[in-house]
């Protein structure tokens, strides 16, 4: 397991909970997402604990780089950020959890030994406010998107990178962003977590598999 958080008191008080706690143990810890960039893929984790506020890179951008080359690792962010934005823009970039800084040390193991298990862990108003974002009412715009709008959405919810869809779909960059403007014109959203929540008013189109990495 490891940390990426760039408080070092809070570093070091959630290492101590982890290295104290039974079945687990804290390979490493990075106060920087560049850190965590350069050490991480050569460590291959379990788990990584990642702060959303760091220099530099943020957490989330962290998650969205990392994902694709360790498909393997789960991660789980830990923030104070509560806002839908956050939230969305996390888990579509890849992560698996969602918890606040101010969970106590009993449920964040207890979180931890969930997302092993394979759940995906999120404080409860956290879920609550996810489970709310789904459940606004659908817009008719939805029914405009054409089956490749659909397609393009239903990877940008799986946290694709804008590159990654164009090889996906074999279209080029340019055509992506065409795509996404579109999307975002007819679902009247401005942000990727906006988009995603939209997706929940209607059927994803089969997205196409990703290529093997080498």
Request: hydrophobic content about 40%.
């Amino acid at each position: 397991m490891s940390i990426v958080e760039d408080d070092a008191p809070a570093r070091q008080i959630l290492a101590g909970w982890i290295r104290r706690a039974e079945g687990f143990r804290c390979g490493s810890e990075h106060g920087t997402a560049e850190s965590a960039l350069a050490h991480l893929l050569p460590e291959r984790p379990d788990v990584v604990l990642v702060d959303i506020n760091l220099p530099g890179l943020s957490g989330i951008e962290l998650v969205r780089r990392l994902k694709p080359l360790l498909p393997q690792t789960q991660f789980v962010m830990l923030t104070v950020y509560e806002d839908a934005d956050h939230i969305f823009n996390a888990l579509a970039g890849g992560a698996t959890g969602y918890l606040l800084k101010q969970t106590p040390r009993a449920e964040l193991l207890a979180a931890l030994r969930d997302v092993q298990a394979g759940g995906s862990p999120m404080t409860s108003n956290i879920a609550r406010k996810v489970v709310q974002s789904l459940q606004q009412p659908p817009r008719p715009e939805t029914a405009a998107l054409s089956p490749r709008e659909q397609e393009v959405l239903d990877l940008l919810a799986r946290g694709y990178l804008y590159k990654e869809i164009a090889e996906s779909l074999s279209i080029s960059g340019p055509t992506v962003n065409t795509y996404i403007r579109r999307i975002y014109e007819k679902l009247h959203v401005r942000s990727r977590s906006q988009a995603v929540a939209a997706l929940a008013h209607f059927p994803p189109a089969e997205a196409p598999r990703r290529s093997p990495r080498g």
